[in-house]
């Protein structure tokens, strides 16, 4: 199982052994601990259910109390089921750390964009809008959007103003550039999607090998 939830920090840079400098976004990845594991024969697939952040019983409601009683650091503010690899079989209890990544490896990254409220077109879609000078009352506008003819009406998927930001977003193939266990940070080059402080999901990426493996093959 690699997968952790953890915070977005902040970004920040670092040098590496030729001198370079290069930008890399601090996330705080764990500790989590495995809450419940799901099982093929009884649940139809396999995952782990991982819990972050302790929070104080009397905050939570009693049956997700219970539902975590088996593991001695719960219970937990949050909660996310992850998918597991051939042979891995965590047991509730255990403790997963950023230490299941290493220097070099792959990883994807899930969060949450930062809400935009309501925009426009320019904004939302990149439009280049209409003329701004005077004489002209369009401006900032997007322009024609329907026909008089059949049928009549405006096509769905018509990029208009609407509501941005606030979507759940997968950042794929950030190099971790460092891995530092004692104070459970992992530094990623690259942004990831989503505020500082927000939360986010640390999993292994599904379309580069490990850094072990590659230097393998």
């Not at 104080?56 to 503010?77: N, S, T």
């Not at 950042?171 to 080059?189: I, T």
Request: hydrophobic residues 35%; proline residues 7%; charged residues 25%.
């Amino acid at each position: 199982m690699k997968a952790l939830l953890g915070r977005k920090i902040g970004m920040s840079r670092v040098f590496d052994a030729d001198g370079r400098q290069r930008a890399v976004t601090v996330l705080q990845a764990g500790p989590c601990w495995v809450v419940q594991r799901k099982h093929t024969e009884r649940d139809g697939y396999e995952a782990a259910q991982i819990g972050f952040e302790p929070q104080k019983p009397l905050r939570l409601p009693r049956a997700l109390v219970g539902h975590m009683k088996a593991c001695a650091a719960g219970p937990f503010r949050i909660l996310r089921e992850v998918p597991l690899d051939e042979g891995d079989d965590p047991k509730p209890g255990d403790e997963v750390t950023v230490s299941i990544f290493a220097k070099g490896d792959w990883v994807d990254v899930t969060a949450v964009t930062k809400g935009r409220g309501f925009q426009g077109v320019m904004k939302r879609h990149g439009m280049g809008g209409q003329p701004d000078s005077h004489g002209h009352t369009m401006h900032r506008r997007p322009g024609s959007v329907g026909m008089r003819e059949l049928p009549g009406h405006i096509l769905k998927n018509k990029r208009m103003p609407g509501h941005m930001g606030r979507v759940r977003v997968t950042v794929q193939n950030l190099e971790a550039v460092d891995v530092r266990p004692e104070d459970h940070l992992l530094l990623v080059h690259g942004a990831v999607p989503g505020p500082v402080g927000g939360l986010v999901l640390i999993r292994r990426s599904i379309k580069k090998a490990p850094a072990k493996a590659a230097k393998q093959s």
